[in-house]
């Protein structure tokens, strides 16, 4: 598991969410299974775990463990399947919103401007659109949006109009491809950070992670149980402010409703007041967790 993906705030991330050992709980980004493996750890013989992932190289790792299902599929379901397997509802839920190391590491996965390999970026390689479709059929308006947005980019329109020029004399199907194109736009310094964002922005619109995180969230409230909680690690503010808003108001637009007594009608109360970040030593020995932040909250 080590090999596949360290994870990240895993002791912060497990304490926060098993309160009950003979609970129900979900990992809802499997991954590698280390988290999954710890919760497992602190479970009794009559406690259960049901994890999700939509990428079929993570069910490899998949425990024996009478306690376990392994679900292939978007945590974005996490509520269909509760209603099927867990109608009582769940004590924990946990999601780790990385991607994996495995998939970083994987040249051909096209995660990485690391490697000159094909522009995929599909964290389910069953999926039908890859990174290379985005930025060969996109209009310019399109592609800065998605840069501006999901990346938060710089100069997001001089990026858009460099990738639409490019292509116009070859399709961009190589990362390598897309990192000559863009090259002009590049600053001197830090690059690399530059790049990453790049990455980001078209990883985030591949897979729909945005749209699919506001489902799972959704989900996740109506899947918990009375006193459950919820903890969920991001690596970006898109990701932060989503789960911040949530976790506070029960919406992701951060849009405060009250009763008609005046009362906040958020179905959460806040477990951890600020997020809760890596000590020095984690981000020493895995710099991939040097943006990581956990919220907890629990249902009310």
Not at 53 to 62: I, L, R
Not at 72 to 92: K, M, Q, S, T, V
Not at 136 to 158: M, P
């Amino acid at each position: 598991m080590s090999v596949y993906h360290k994870p990240v705030l895993l002791h912060e991330s497990v304490d926060g969410i098993v309160i009950n050992p003979a609970g129900s709980y979900a990992d809802a980004t499997f991954g590698g299974g280390g988290h999954s493996a710890e919760i497992l750890r602190r479970l009794s013989p009559l406690g259960c775990l049901i994890a999700f992932d939509c990428d079929a190289d993570a069910e490899a790792n998949a425990p024996k463990d009478p306690r376990f299902t392994f679900i292939h599929n978007n945590f974005r379901f996490i509520h269909n399947y509760a209603l099927l397997l867990r109608p009582e509802g769940f004590d924990g839920i946990l999601a780790d919103l990385g991607v994996s190391s495995h998939q970083f590491d994987t040249a051909e996965r096209g995660f990485s401007f690391r490697f000159n390999a094909p522009l995929d970026m599909r964290m389910n390689v069953q999926g039908h659109r890859t990174a290379a479709d985005i930025v060969n059929s996109y209009t310019q308006d399109e592609l800065e949006k998605i840069l501006r947005l999901y990346g938060e980019v710089k100069e997001s329109g001089r990026l858009a109009s460099l990738i639409v020029a490019a292509r116009e004399k070859a399709p961009l199907l190589t990362t390598e491809d897309l990192d000559n194109a863009i090259a002009a736009a590049l600053p001197s310094f830090a690059p690399h950070k530059f790049l990453a964002k790049v990455y980001q922005a078209l990883r985030i619109e591949v897979n729909g992670e945005m749209r699919s995180l506001e489902k799972f969230l959704q989900g996740a409230g109506a899947s918990l149980r009375k006193g459950g909680r919820l903890a969920v690690i991001t690596y970006h503010s898109l990701e932060d402010r989503m789960v911040k808003n949530f976790m506070k108001t029960g919406n992701i637009e951060g849009r405060e409703e009250k009763d008609i007594y005046g009362r906040s009608a958020s179905p959460f109360k806040a477990v951890t007041r600020k997020p809760i970040v890596p000590a020095d030593d984690e981000i020493g020995d895995n710099t991939r967790a040097r943006s990581a932040k956990l919220r907890i909250a629990e249902k009310i």
